[in-house]
Nanobody, 126 residues
Framework: QVQLVESGGGLVQPGGSLRLSCTAPGLALDFYAIGWFRQAAGKKREGVSCISSTDGSTYYADSVKGRFTISRDNANNMLYLHMNSLKPEDTAVYYC???????????????????WGKGTLVTVSS
């Protein structure tokens, strides 16, 4: 079973930055749509950002637009989420995910993807 692995979470002060990383042993990420999702305590999972498997187009939730940047390193089979100007409301468990299809980002943000990691906790607090 494919398992993605996230890292880079932690405690950061409001206004700070973090970079989350994701790798997928046994899965060539450059052939997959890939994305980041998050789930805060007591809330539903939400899509944060994703990259198309075909043309590399990127998409962001309105809540993170202008602050977060998704990127991929195909040579090293890595996915990243650069998070700047973090706010307390960004506190959540962040998951990376991958999908074999090429659905729209709206579809993915609602339905999720095929393969998931176990998540990494990001806490934004002073």
């Amino acid at each position: 079973q494919v398992q993605l692995v996230e890292s880079g979470g932690g405690l950061v002060q409001p206004g700070g930055s973090l970079r989350l990383s994701c790798t997928a042993p046994g899965l060539a990420l450059d052939f997959y749509a890939i994305g980041w999702f998050r789930q805060a305590a007591g809330k539903k999972r939400e899509g944060v950002s994703c990259i198309s498997s075909t043309d590399g187009s990127t998409y962001y939730a309105d809540s993170v637009k202008g602050r977060f940047t998704i990127s991929r390193d195909n040579a090293n089979n890595m996915l990243y989420l650069h998070m700047n100007s973090l706010k307390p409301e960004d506190t959540a468990v962040y998951y990376c995910a991958a999908d074999r299809n090429n659905y729209s980002h709206n579809y993915y943000f609602v339905m999720g993807m095929d393969y998931w990691g176990k998540g990494t906790l990001v806490t934004v607090s002073s």
